[in-house]
């Protein structure tokens, strides 16, 4: 089974959300400063999950890549 280019694919764009969530949330993008009670360490603690949000989908969403294409024959099937 042949595999299609990864923009075409719905686990590319189910992976872009948390990617693009986490880079602004790493950048200092979304901070959580209109949460009640909010301290200066939870903007440090913020741009830390964000960055491990986007590293592990992205990680992830390359390893399902891997298989993927590792799984399917180079000569389309045939």
Wanted: net charge negative; charged share 15%.
């Amino acid at each position: 089974m042949e595999t299609k280019p990864g923009p075409k694919t719905t686990e590319f764009w189910v992976t872009l959300v948390p990617v693009i969530l986490g880079l602004a949330m790493t950048l200092g993008w979304l901070k959580p400063e209109h949460v009640e009670g909010f301290t200066p360490w939870m903007e440090f603690a913020a741009q830390i999950l964000g960055a491990v949000m986007a590293a592990l989908s992205g990680g992830a969403y390359a390893i399902s890549r891997g298989v993927a294409k590792s799984s399917s024959t180079p000569d389309g099937g045939q």
